[in-house]
């Protein structure tokens, strides 16, 4: 009889008392709904049978999905005797998955990423978008993105709800507007039509809805058409980052009155009416923690979530900008306390007595093969915050900055580490990760799989440079784009790098992953690493490959990312991600367009 405390648990359980007997695996399950129990709540106890004790529906959901892990490592065909007790520190958890950014996943990956959910006990999923929804009216807008259709969200919503999950609805509509803005039809709803200067010599494109009540209907006329599709009575509305509010249509209003009061009125223009509908909705908070007064004014039934990117700086990493960063971040409307954890950024909703809930990442993003060590310490930032503070709800985004290069499967330790400890943060922020992985998500008994993402995960660091929001390797490999990387690499280390992911690499060569996408885990991984190595090989200037080894290495790496691309995702997009890594290489490539009606 294996003890539970020798078993691969996930999440594991705050409560475990040792008892007497055991009972034979595939005994009958007696159940009983005990409403005293906290929400989600259970008490599964084995002795001479199985019983368990339920607050609801979610809570018998958990307590049978843990006898399932249970009874899956009873070697001997025993369950041993305990009564396990065991109930979430946050009501509200939910997945973030970012289909807006060039990549949108297939229906198998979809009922993956369900499943993964559902291990990790999350109560929502969310599918970020901007533009990829099939809006009657606005065909231009996603004609190329191969956009949801009310087919296949209804689809997803029943998936959803057959896993214990909500699916909740997620449609930007003040900024990252970008994609409709570039177009004619749309330019003059913008702040700025003609873009707005970062500084000097910098232009930007218009990507905010100018506030007005116009723009209000505008968006509120695409949501009366998208949640129809959502059984859900919540919705996020986004609302963050309006970089250049204020710089065009609303500059004399903002002069006049104050940025923060001419945004809080536009929020509520787009609130009030969905409240009126019996709605919750969910904000982004970057704007309204620097208003948190104005905050108290938006309708009752709103929900500000608070998002952080980046681990709680430490003696080891202190948060060190460069002179110059501060003046552009100001632009930006934001400041060096983004990238400081949780607790600057939530002190002054907390302090207005404002409730919020709070949102971390899985650090995928502009990094190719994950940041896996700042992934585990925000998530675990994140659900000290929520504790600390009492919040409602734990989201875990996972977003596709600059093209969402990096495969979905980058993300998979996050995500279930994140619901472990949203879940029960005491039990789990030392959740054996790697064990976790190997047995209940890859399900390969070699260990390779994890030890291959855990080494790709943590090269970001080792460059001898300063990253934040991403990596130094996927700044080298995509030098075009936006990062956030200071300082010159050093060549000793970078050299240590591409050894390192070249271990990776034959470690993956070497995996055997019994899960049924366990073949395109495996192939798409193996395509990040040499994405990540190719990027390595650049910082090493003269001392890497000659140029015409990098070419020929590019080129290889354009019709790998076809093929890893094509595994999980739909091909919208997917030209403009690899025209990325090399535009010339990626105009010959041929890609086969699907249409609203596609149902891989």
């Known amino acids: 009889m294996t003890p539970l405390d020798e078993m691969v648990l996930v999440p594991r359980p705050r409560r475990v008392e040792r008892l007497e007997g055991g009972a034979p695996v595939g005994s009958p399950v007696t159940t009983r709904s005990v409403p005293d129990l906290p929400a989600q709540g259970f008490r599964l106890t084995i002795d001479d049978g199985v019983h368990i004790d339920h607050a609801d529906a979610l809570g018998l959901r958990y307590a049978q999905q843990l006898l399932d892990q249970i009874a899956g490592q009873a070697i001997d065909g025993r369950l041993p005797g305990v009564r396990v007790e065991d109930h979430p520190d946050i009501v509200h958890r939910g997945f973030m998955l970012d289909i807006s950014r060039d990549r949108v996943p297939t229906r198998a990956t979809l009922v993956r990423l369900v499943e993964l959910c559902a291990l990790a006990r999350y109560t929502q999923l969310q599918l970020y978008m901007e533009h990829t929804f099939t809006y009657r009216d606005h065909r231009e807008v996603w004609q190329d993105a191969s956009p949801m259709t009310p087919a296949h969200l209804t689809w997803l919503d029943g998936l959803c709800s057959d896993h214990g999950i909500e699916l909740v609805p997620n449609q930007n509509c003040f900024g990252h507007m970008a994609r409709w803005l570039a177009l004619p039809r749309y330019r003059d709803r913008a702040e700025c039509p003609d873009g707005w200067d970062l500084f000097p010599g910098v232009t930007l494109p218009p990507s905010v809805l100018a506030p007005t ?135 002054p909703l907390a302090d207005a007595g404002v409730p919020f809930w709070v949102a971390a990442g899985t650090s995928g993003w502009s990094s190719l093969v994950g940041r896996i060590d700042n992934a585990c310490a925000n ?141 395109i885990t495996v192939r798409e991984l193996t395509q990040a690493a040499r994405m990540a190595r190719h990027g390595a090989w650049r910082l090493l200037g003269d001392d890497g490959p000659s140029s015409q080894d990098l070419a020929d290495d590019m080129a290889a790496l354009v019709e790998g990312q076809l093929v890893s691309w094509m595994d999980r995702s739909r091909p919208g997009g997917l030209s403009d991600s690899l025209a990325r890594l090399d535009p010339t290489l990626a105009a010959r490539v041929e890609i086969t367009p699907d249409d609203e009606t596609d149902t891989r």
């Not at 903002?254 to 001419?262: D, F, L, Q, S, Y």
């Open 213 to 347: 009540p116009e723009n209000a209907a505008f968006a509120l006329d695409l949501l009366a058409e998208l949640l129809p599709s959502f059984r859900s009575r919540q919705v996020n509305i986004g609302c963050d980052e309006p970089f250049e509010l204020g710089r065009g249509a609303s500059a004399d209003r903002v002069a006049a009155e104050g940025r923060g009061p001419v945004y809080v009125e536009h929020v509520t223009r787009l609130v009030e009416p969905l409240v009126d509908r019996g709605y919750t909705v969910q904000i982004w908070a970057d704007v309204l923690r620097a208003h948190p007064d104005l905050a108290r004014r938006l309708p009752l039934g709103t929900v500000p979530v608070a998002w952080c990117y980046e681990a709680p700086p430490s003696d080891d990493r202190p948060l060190a900008l460069p002179p110059g960063v501060a003046e552009v971040m100001d632009r930006l409307g934001t400041d060096a306390s983004t990238f400081s954890g949780f607790d600057p950024l939530v002190a």
């Open 379 to 519: 998530l675990v930032d994140a659900a000290e915050t929520a504790s600390a503070h009492g919040c409602g709800g734990y989201l875990v985004t996972d977003w596709g900055d600059n093209g969402h290069h990096q495969p979905p499967s980058v993300s998979f330790g996050p995500l279930v580490f994140g619901g472990a400890v949203a879940w029960g943060l005491d039990a789990n922020r030392d959740l054996p990760l790697a064990d976790v992985l190997d047995r209940h998500v890859f399900a390969d008994p070699t260990g390779r799989m994890s030890a291959a993402l855990d080494r790709l995960g943590r090269q970001w660091s080792r460059t001898g440079q300063r990253a934040i929001n991403g990596s130094p390797l996927s700044a080298a490999l995509f030098p075009g784009e936006m990062h956030m990387v200071f300082g010159r690499p050093d060549r000793d280390a970078v050299r240590s790098v591409v050894a390192e992911v070249e271990t990776a690499i034959a470690d993956l060569a070497r995996a055997a992953p019994g899960s049924d996408d366990g073949e």
